[in-house]
């Protein structure tokens, strides 16, 4: 089983930036395709941006492209989320998730239901 960690968030202004990280433990993190996702109050969770286990293929929401970069450091166990060009509505609780049975690592997917392990989130505020 991979557990992940959120860390990186934070308070800022619109038109600023900000990374995210996800901290993975456990044996053949490599092996899986990540994602991020977010929530924001009253809403519904939706899907950020996954990446498969080499990094060759990304997947974005449409809100976010042209804005976001998921990345990832397998030697580091450890996925990122650069977000530049941060508006108000990028506010929320971000969550990290592993999809570890449904693929093999090669397709990024936005589909919630096929990650099996998720953080604990960490919150990103972005203000006018």
């Known amino acids: 089983q991979v557990q992940v960690v959120e860390s990186g968030g934070g308070l800022v202004q619109a038109g600023d930036s900000l990374r995210l990280s996800c901290a993975a433990s456990?044996?053949?993190?490599?092996?899986?395709?990540m994602g991020w996702f977010r929530q924001a109050p009253g809403k519904e969770r939706e899907f950020v941006a996954a990446?498969?286990?080499?990094?060759?293929?990304?997947l974005y929401h449409d809100s976010v492209k042209g804005r976001f970069t998921i990345s990832r450091d397998n030697a580091k166990n450890t996925v990122y989320l650069q977000m530049s060009s941060l508006k108000n509505e990028d506010t929320g609780a971000y969550y990290c998730?592993?999809?570890?049975?449904?693929?093999?690592?090669?397709?990024?997917?936005?589909?919630?239901?096929?990650?099996?392990?998720w953080g604990q989130g960490t919150q990103v505020t972005v203000s006018s």
């Open positions: 998730a592993v999809d570890i049975n449904t693929g093999n690592g090669l397709i990024p997917t936005a589909r919630q239901f096929e990650y099996d392990s």
């Open positions: 990446i498969t286990w080499s990094g060759g293929r990304t």
């Open positions: 456990g044996r053949m993190f490599s092996r899986y395709v």
